[in-house]
């Protein structure tokens, strides 16, 4: 492998790119599929409220909470279990923001501007750093 350093070298930084080509689409569709932020409708986040939380046990023997949350969606009330929850129990009646596509209502969730970005904007952010220093790698003259 030494005496093929620049040829394992080379390979290395296509490797580089093409996982990070994966996860740049990768990102970019889970982000596409979750992302339901352009069809946001301000005033009707606005009257949600937490109406309950059912609990599940994953593996580590904890129990979760997925808060399910009811909003009015033109003139019919909408209800939907968030994909995010807590270990904590949440508040009943506690008013929270929702994102809900406009076309299809039953689409939804809880407002919260860092956790909308999980998990596909850092899937995302790594492919870019890896296609930016495979391609830098591959055109970087290899010295003599």
Known sequence: MLANRATVLRYTRFLQVFIGVILLVLGWHMGTCNS???ARDEDAGKNCRL???TSRTGNSGRTGY???VE???GDRTQLFTNWLGSSRSPSLNQMVSVLYDATDPSVAMIDRPVMNWIP???TAVVGGFLVLVG???LL???ST
Do not use: C, N
């Open 36 to 38: 339901i932020s352009s």
């Open 51 to 53: 109406q309950d939380g």
């Open 66 to 68: 997925m808060p399910v």
């Open 71 to 73: 909003f009015q969606a």
């Open 120 to 122: 596909w904007g850092p």
């Open 135 to 137: 391609i830098m790698g």
């Open 140 to 142: 970087r003259r290899p």
